[in-house]
């Protein structure tokens, strides 16, 4: 089955300065990545997504890139404020796996103001 | 965005009985519903798959008769955890597709943390 690695486990910036989480995959027939943002004891919530027949996208201070050949894709947080201190996770499935998601380990990121 | 709503969000029980979870999809319909399971600071663990009016599909290592669903309607997913000891205790959460869609976003219930004394 698929296994998505997900790194830096945990991330620690400055406000005003950008972060980065990178996530792997295993099954190259994945092709729809999102990534949600988790805060303390709630839901996770999509942030953004990506599929596999785009190479990057963006929305407002959020950015996503995939690359098919290598199978990883990251999430790119710029600009950055306390409220984004929160647990990301990236994930990826495809409809032959029942379009089931299988979640990275996650990534704290934590916001210094 | 569509709503997954879930009961208890928390709930203290004692070893050896049984509890038993809600999710609701409160505005739309889902002919399949996610189960996951997590840890503190840990990952989202898939459980198992429940589809309306047939049986749940469990991934590799769940136990089916630990971890009872039943999905009787289009809006109504159940996990019913039996003879519950504490380490089972964790956050469960569930999540939807709207409208059974088989791709695309996937809304999360609030979660219930079950502590099993």
């Known amino acids: 089955g698929e296994n998505v690695e997900q790194h830096p486990s945990t991330l620690s910036v400055q406000e005003g300065d950008s972060a980065v989480i990178k996530c792997t995959y295993s099954?190259?027939?994945?092709?729809?990545f999102p990534w949600y943002k988790q805060e303390l004891g709630k839901r996770p919530q999509l942030i953004i997504d990506?599929?596999?027949?785009?190479g990057e996208k963006k929305d407002q201070r959020i950015a996503v890139t995939l690359n098919k050949t290598a199978k990883h894709f990251s999430l790119h947080i710029t600009e950055t404020q306390p409220e984004d201190s929160a647990v990301y996770f990236c994930a990826a499935s495809h409809k032959a796996a029942g379009n089931k998601l299988t979640f990275g380990g996650g990534t704290r990121v934590l916001v210094k103001p | 965005g569509a709503v997954v709503s879930q009961h208890p969000s928390r709930v203290i029980c004692k070893s050896g009985t049984s509890v038993k979870i809600e999710c609701r999809s409160l505005?739309?319909?889902?002919?399949?519903m996610f189960w996951y399971r997590q840890f503190p600071k840990q990952s989202l663990m898939l459980m198992a798959t429940?589809?309306?009016?047939?049986?749940?599909?469990?991934e590799q290592g769940v136990e089916k008769d630990k971890f009872l669903i039943n999905h009787a309607s289009l809006t109504l997913s159940t996990l019913t955890v039996t003879s519950a000891h504490p380490e089972d205790s964790s956050f469960y959460i569930c999540?939807?597709?709207?409208?059974?869609?088989?791709?695309?976003?996937?809304?999360f219930g609030e979660g219930s943390r079950l502590t099993v004394l």
């Open positions: 990506i599929r596999s027949n785009v």
């Open positions: 505005d739309f319909q889902a002919t399949t």
């Open positions: 429940s589809n309306e009016g047939s049986k749940a599909t469990y």
């Open positions: 099954d190259s027939a994945s092709n729809y």
């Open positions: 999540s939807a597709r709207e409208g059974g869609a088989l791709t695309g976003e996937l809304f």
